[in-house]
T-cell receptor, first 112, second 116 residues
């Protein structure tokens, strides 16, 4: 079935470092892809999305490009801040299953 | 409209008790979803409604779980005879029917259930 695999965390970075969180997916057809962020004790917030191959989603300095050839949607940010510390979830909308399917999440900790 | 609201935010209950959670979706969204999230894991799908019709239930949703969405507005999720393994964050989300594949979902803040 459709699935999402994320790199295991935690990812620990210093402020202003470059961030990459890897995400790959398995799906039939061409799913829409999403990154969500979850701050402690909160629900999930949509960070960015891409709906077709080669689309780049971006928001708040974060970017991810839909790569059909590698079935990937890696999250990047050029310079992280302490306030970016959270758990990041990659997800796909599975047309076959008609719902969002999430990866296990990657915890990011940014220290000053 | 202030987004998806869930109530309560936290619930502590004794094993064997029944609990009920409420979700109020964004008013113009006709799809409503329930997910469960355990510590260190991503959200897992439980069930979803289109208007008042419950269209799908996950195998995770045992007979002790029931969800309703009367009149296609708010939804309730009830867990009967709670077990310690039910301890988790229960997330509600909504989306419009149209363009649901590209919209993503709007999530509430969740209800954290602790069964002692």
């Amino acid at each position: 079935g459709d699935s999402v695999t994320q790199m295991e965390g935690p990812v620990t970075l210093s402020e202003e470092a470059f961030l990459t969180i890897n995400c790959t997916y398995t799906a039939t057809g061409y799913p829409s892809l999403f990154w969500y962020v979850q701050y402690p004790g909160e629900g999930l917030q949509l960070l960015l999305k891409a709906t077709k191959a080669d689309d780049k989603g971006s928001n708040k300095g974060f970017e991810a490009t839909y790569r059909k050839e590698t079935t990937s949607f890696h999250l990047e940010k050029g310079s992280v801040q302490v306030s970016d510390s959270a758990v990041y979830f990659c997800a796909l909308f599975s047309g076959g299953y008609n719902k969002l399917i999430f990866g296990a999440g990657t915890r990011l900790a940014v220290h000053p | 409209d202030t987004g998806v609201s869930q109530d309560p935010r936290h619930k502590i209950t004794k094993r064997g008790q029944n609990v009920t959670f409420r979700c109020d979706p964004i008013s113009e969204h006709n799809r409503l979803y329930w997910y469960r999230q355990t510590l260190g894991q991503g959200p897992e799908f439980l069930t979803y409604f289109q208007n008042e019709a419950q269209l799908e239930k996950s195998r995770l949703l045992s007979d002790r779980f029931s969800a309703e969405r009367p009149k296609g507005s708010f939804s309730t999720l009830e867990i009967q005879r709670t077990e310690q393994g039910d301890s988790a964050m229960y997330l509600c989300a909504s989306s419009p029917e149209a363009a649901r594949e590209s919209y993503g979902y709007t999530f509430g803040s969740g209800t954290r259930l602790t069964v002692v």
